[in-house]
């Protein structure tokens, strides 16, 4: 096994290194990973790439010299960039040197950082032999040779759910930070106690519950309380539905583009579907439409108003100014100076 996996690896590296124009993007290298074998984050083909190409999963830049093992759409969309749809490791970002991903001989999949210390694993074991692919729908799965399912990334999303992908009582989304930065931001889409399927805010002093609206019964906006299955999905042809009864569908309802629906770094949740002849991601879909009346869109001291692109633009109360320009939820600061000797960030407001 260990020996044909290092043959293929090894063909894989003949072929792409004569190959004259083997530069274009990651190239397929790898389809699934066995025992005793791993990813490296040095090696930028050690990549695993799903039978239909749509998906890619490895190591990816989320910072300087910062790395998150994930999985993104394979094709990059028109910015340049690639459209990460999970992530591993989003709040402990790993070295660019030395860090692995490696199926152990007992079945246990890790990742382990430039010094060796596990930052995540799937705790699974195995004696059968166990393989890591990734399947055309994006789920990158553990399974043993007698198709026994040992762990999926579609158990554990992020901010990201995909078609076919379940949203459970067990499973919720996080936003990121920001639009440049994975972690785990403010806002969470979950189902709650009552079994309707909410987003809350979840800032450092408060939380609160934004959609469905809060002067709203959940009744008056369409959702049930009554069904406790807790599963919402949505399928290839765009079409999402709840068991709390909230269903809907993309504006370009039916089969072709490419979907995925995202809780954004502000907050709304939105589906988007691919243009293919641009590789732009239009929104076919979303939560809120009043960009606004998201809680803490802006931050402390932050105003909205309503703009296009992303619905809203961020501005500061007269005499503040921006914390942080790439992450308008740290809000905004004093522009005078505090007559008492505080360093801002003893300042509570
Ligand atoms: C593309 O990614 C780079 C590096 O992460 C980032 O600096 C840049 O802002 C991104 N471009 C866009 C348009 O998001
Ligand atoms: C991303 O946001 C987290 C949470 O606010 C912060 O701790 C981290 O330093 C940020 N990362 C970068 C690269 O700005
Ligand atoms: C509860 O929701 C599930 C999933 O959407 C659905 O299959 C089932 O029929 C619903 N049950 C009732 C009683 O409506
Ligand atoms: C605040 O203090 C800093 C350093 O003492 C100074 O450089 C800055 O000009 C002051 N800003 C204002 C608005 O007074
Ligand atoms: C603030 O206080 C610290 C220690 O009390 C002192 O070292 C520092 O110089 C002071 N800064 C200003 C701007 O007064």
């Not at 999985?71 to 070295?95: C, E, M, Y």
């Not at 079409?239 to 995925?260: C, I, M, N, T, V």
């Not at 007269?318 to 905004?332: L, Q, V």
Request: hydrophobic fraction near 35%; charged fraction near 20%; aromatic fraction near 10%.
């Amino acid at each position: 096994m260990a020996t044909s996996f290092l043959l293929l690896l090894l063909l894989n590296v003949l072929v792409l290194s004569s190959l004259p124009f083997s530069s274009s993007s990651s190239s397929a290298t790898l389809s699934s990973l066995s025992k005793g074998s791993s990813l490296s984050v040095e090696n930028p083909t050690n990549v695993l790439i799903s039978s239909n190409n749509l998906f890619s999963s490895g190591f990816y830049p989320i910072g300087e010299n910062a790395y998150g093992f994930a999985i993104w759409f394979t094709k990059p969309s028109s910015n340049g960039n690639h459209t990460l749809v999970w992530l591993a490791n989003r709040d402990q970002p790993i070295n660019g040197r030395l860090s692995k991903l490696s199926l152990l001989k007992n079945g246990n999949l890790i990742l382990t950082d430039a010094d060796q210390s596990i930052l995540w694993a799937t705790d699974t074991a195995s004696v059968s032999s166990v393989q890591l692919l990734l399947l055309d729908n994006g789920n990158l799965i553990l399974s043993t040779s007698d198709n026994v399912l040992l762990w999926q990334s579609f158990d554990s999303p992020t901010n990201t759910l995909l078609p076919q992908q379940p949203l459970t009582r067990r499973t919720q989304l996080v936003s990121s930070r920001s639009r440049t930065n994975y972690s785990s931001g403010l806002y969470k889409l979950f189902f709650d106690d009552d079994n309707v399927l909410r987003l809350v805010f979840d800032g450092p002093e408060t939380s609160s519950i934004y959609w469905p609206d809060a002067w709203l019964s959940a009744e008056n906006d369409g959702r049930s309380r009554y069904n406790d299955t807790r599963i919402a999905e949505y399928d290839l042809l765009g079409h999402f539905l709840s068991s709390d009864k909230l269903e809907f569908r993309a504006a370009d309802y039916g089969a072709g583009p490419q979907r995925r629906l995202v809780l954004d770094f502000d907050g709304n949740l939105r589906l988007y579907s691919l243009k293919e002849e641009t590789g732009d991601w239009v929104v076919s879909w979303q939560a809120k439409s009043k960009a606004c009346r998201i809680h803490g869109a802006c931050g402390l001291n932050g105003m909205c108003r309503y703009s296009a692109g992303f619905g809203r633009e961020c501005s500061c109360l007269p005499g503040f100014r921006i914390r942080d320009p790439t992450d308008w939820s740290r809000g905004c600061e004093p522009e005078f100076n505090l007559s008492c000797n505080q360093s801002e960030e003893n300042f509570t407001f």
